[in-house]
């Protein structure tokens, strides 16, 4: 089985920008659907974006749209979220997510996941 292990977060002020990793091991990525999830305290898990089993194909939480992009670089067998433009309300621990099917943006439909990471803005 697949094991993900996401890098990247930290401290940043809103307008900057920060790209998150999620690396892979065990067995490759590169045919599976791929997605981020956040969570805030005391907040419920929200999608942010995913990428689809094909690679061809994203789809993006309105909230995040236009500023977040998910991408796959299967040589290094990692996934990736540059996220631009960021916001205080942005501020979440993040989790990438792999699952065997086609995307989904439900969080009970991923196989496996990573320990996430944290990412704060500050206004």
């Known amino acids: 089985q697949v094991q993900l292990v996401e890098s990247g977060g930290g401290l940043v002020q809103a307008g900057g920008s920060l790209r998150l990793s999620c690396a892979a091991s065990g067995r490759t990525v590169s045919t599976m659907s791929v997605a981020w999830f956040r969570q805030a305290p005391g907040k419920e898990r929200e999608f942010v974006g995913t990428?689809?089993?094909?690679?061809?194909?994203?789809r993006y939480a309105d909230s995040v749209k236009g500023r977040f992009t998910i991408s796959r670089d299967n040589a290094k067998n990692a996934v990736y979220l540059q996220m631009n433009s960021l916001k205080a309300e942005d501020t979440a621990v993040y989790c990438c997510?792999?699952?065997?099917?086609?995307?989904?943006?439900?969080?009970?439909?991923?196989?496996?996941w990573g320990q996430g990471t944290q990412v704060t803005v500050s206004s």
């Open positions: 997510a792999v699952r065997r099917g086609d995307w989904s943006v439900y969080a009970w439909a991923y196989d496996v």
């Open positions: 990428l689809s089993r094909s690679g061809e194909s994203t």
